[in-house]
C-alpha cells in the first residue's frame, strides 16, 4: 500500500525555526514522491479531526515534529487508529525518539521515516492517563513543574532549574504496592519509565526497553544529599542492576526493579509529572504497561 503522510507539526517546541522544517520535510517527500498534507499541533492536545483524514483519505503515517510533550499528546489520541508513527525530534529532551535511537538531526530524523522500520512499542497509564516515556514523582517532577513556567526552554534552563531544586530538595514517604506486597520508603523521586531516560541522553533507567512489556522503577531512596549526586551517576552510567524488591532494602541507595503494574501510595503528596509535563499531587497512583501501544518508525536494527 502506498504511503500517505501527515506532518504535525510545533510551532513552539524546542529552539528550532519551524519554518525551515517545514520546507525541509516537504521538500523531502515530494521527492520521494508520497502523497503528504501539514498541519499544526495545538495546545489542547485535541486530534479528533485528523481520525477523519486519515479514515477518509487513507493516511498510513503520522510523523510528529515536536519534543515529548507532542509525542505524548498526539500518539495518546491517534494510536488507535492504525497508523505508524514518526518522529522528527525537535523538542527539549526528546527522550523518546533518543530512546528509540532516531537522530536529533533533522536531515538524518527524516531519513528514517523513509528508511526505517515501523515496530510496535510500549505505553502505559498513570491513573487511567495515558504516558509512553517516562513519569515521576517527587525531586524530578518539581523540576518539571518549575521548568513548565519558564519562558525559555532547552538544556540549559532544565539544567539551571535541577540545580536549583536540588539544594531544596527533600524526600517524601512512599509505600510500593506490588501483587499484594507492600514496601515503605523515604525517597527523593520515583521515575517510571518505558524509555530510558529524562531526555537529553539523561539515563535513568539503562536496562529500559520500550518493548519488553514492562516498567522500569527507579526509586532514590533517602541517603545524605552529599552522596545524593554520586549515587544517581552510578545508576546513570548502568552500574546498578535491576534487583528484587525482597533483598535487603536498606542497605540500597536506590532500588531498581521491572514490573507490569504497580501502586504508588503518596501520602505527602509529592509533585507528579507524566512525560515531563506537570500534573496535581494525588494520594495514589495505579500504573499499567500498555503492551504493544502503537507502531514508531525507528532505524533498522534498533
Excluded at 529552539?15 to 520546507?23: A, L, V
Amino acid at each position: 500500500m502506498k504511503r500517505k503522510i501527515i506532518y504535525l507539526i510545533n510551532p513552539i517546541s524546542g529552539t528550532s525555526k519551524k519554518d525551515k522544517i517545514r520546507e525541509l520535510v516537504e521538500k523531502v517527500t515530494a521527492a520521494k514522491g508520497f502523497e503528504y498534507r501539514v498541519f499544526n499541533t495545538n495546545a489542547t492536545g485535541n486530534y479528533e479531526y485528523l481520525k477523519e483524514h486519515i479514515a477518509k483519505e487513507g493516511f498510513t503515517d503520522v510523523v510528529i515534529l515536536g519534543g515529548d510533550g507532542t509525542v505524548n499528546q498526539v500518539t495518546g489520541s491517534l494510536r488507535e487508529t492504525g497508523v505508524q508513527f514518526g518522529i522528527i525530534p525537535v523538542g527539549s529532551g526528546n527522550g523518546l525518539a533518543r530512546a528509540a535511537g532516531i537522530p536529533t538531526s533533522m536531515k538524518k530524523a527524516i531519513e528514517i521515516i523513509f528508511n526505517g522500520e515501523a515496530e510496535y512499542i510500549d505505553a502505559f497509564t498513570v491513573n487511567g492517563e495515558y504516558a509512553c516515556m517516562l513519569s515521576g514523582m517527587g525531586f524530578d517532577a518539581q523540576v518539571a513543574h518549575d521548568f513548565a513556567q519558564k519562558s525559555t526552554r532547552g538544556l540549559f534552563t532544565y539544567t539551571q532549574q535541577s540545580i536549583i531544586q536540588f539544594f531544596k530538595a527533600n524526600p517524601y514517604q512512599f509505600e510500593i504496592v506490588l501483587d499484594n506486597f507492600s514496601v515503605f520508603t523515604d525517597a527523593f523521586f520515583i521515575s517510571i519509565a518505558n524509555s530510558n531516560q529524562f531526555g537529553n541522553n539523561a539515563i535513568i533507567a539503562p536496562q529500559a526497553s520500550l518493548s519488553d512489556g514492562l516498567l522500569d522503577i527507579v526509586i532514590v531512596q533517602k541517603m545524605n544529599k552529599a552522596k545524593l549526586p554520586f549515587a544517581i551517576l552510578r545508576q546513570m552510567r548502568g552500574n546498578n542492576k535491576v534487583q528484587q524488591l525482597v533483598e535487603d532494602m536498606s542497605s540500597k541507595n536506590i532500588l531498581y526493579f521491572q514490573t507490569p503494574a504497580l501502586t504508588i501510595k503518596n501520602p505527602k503528596l509529592a509533585p507528579l509529572h507524566i512525560d515531563g509535563e506537570p500534573r496535581d499531587a494525588v494520594e495514589e497512583l495505579k500504573i499499567e504497561i500498555i503492551p504493544k501501544a502503537f507502531k514508531l518508525i525507528k532505524p533498522k536494527g534498533k
